[in-house]
């Protein structure tokens, strides 16, 4: 069965860098997200993205975040200078179609020191 | 996106039905349930949804009452995999998922 992959598995950056956290998702989706998980805590979303340009981006999404497809099988996040505070799993989903259920990758864990 | 209300917390012994309940009464009539669960920091699982039939697949059964007011996942003979976070969401369209706090399904030996 078709899984959303993502890359690496855990990053360890210095805080100030640029990190890109990587996903492939599911070959035929065509709707794009973002979401991020702080230790014990809620998974709170961070972006949609549809026909190539953001459909929604929550508070937690500022001027620090991007994403780009950059072709026609993976999808970015790009956070640009990295703060202590956005260590965290970062997860990747994707989606046929609407009404359709969103499927997760298993996540990123980027860790800021 | 409506909201949902889950306990925060039950328990099923291994081999019988684990019943997980949810409410989300301010449900409007195009936003459908999806049931998904998370194991550990694993990515979230999708489970199973529906908008007004009860559903059911390889994994498990949804029970969604007449009014939509509330669901009931089932997972008709739980195992010591099953434990896991369980979360009921209600979306419409493309939309984003609003994961609440969930329910944390403890399935004893």
């Known amino acids: 069965e078709p899984e959303v992959t993502q890359t690496p598995s855990h990053q360890v950056t210095q805080m100030g860098q640029e990190v890109i956290l990587r996903c492939v998702p599911i070959s035929n989706h065509l709707y794009f997200y973002w979401y991020r998980q702080i230790l014990g805590q809620k998974v709170e979303f961070l972006v949609s993205f549809y026909n190539n340009e953001i459909s929604e981006k929550s508070e937690i999404f500022d001027d620090q975040f991007s994403v780009e497809r950059p072709d026609g099988s993976n999808f970015t996040l790009k956070i640009r200078s990295t703060k202590l505070e956005d260590s965290a799993m970062y997860f990747c989903a994707s989606m046929k179609m609407v009404d359709q259920p969103q499927h997760f990758g298993d996540g990123t864990r980027l860790s800021i020191l | 996106d409506a909201k949902t209300t889950q306990p925060p917390s039950m328990d099923c012994a291994e081999g019988r039905a684990a019943n997980l309940p949810c409410n989300h009464s301010t449900i409007s009539g195009n936003e459908y349930v999806y049931w998904y669960r998370q194991i550990h920091s694993q990515g979230p699982q999708y489970i199973i949804h529906g908008l007004k039939n009860n559903e059911t697949n390889e994994m498990a059964s949804l029970i969604i009452t007449e009014d939509r007011k509330s669901s009931t996942l089932i997972l008709p003979h739980a195992t010591l995999r099953d434990t896991a976070v369980y979360y009921c969401?209600?979306?419409?369209?493309?939309?984003?998922?609003?994961f609440g706090s969930g329910t944390k399904l403890n399935v004893k030996p």
């Open positions: 969401i209600v979306r419409r369209d493309f939309n984003k998922f609003y």
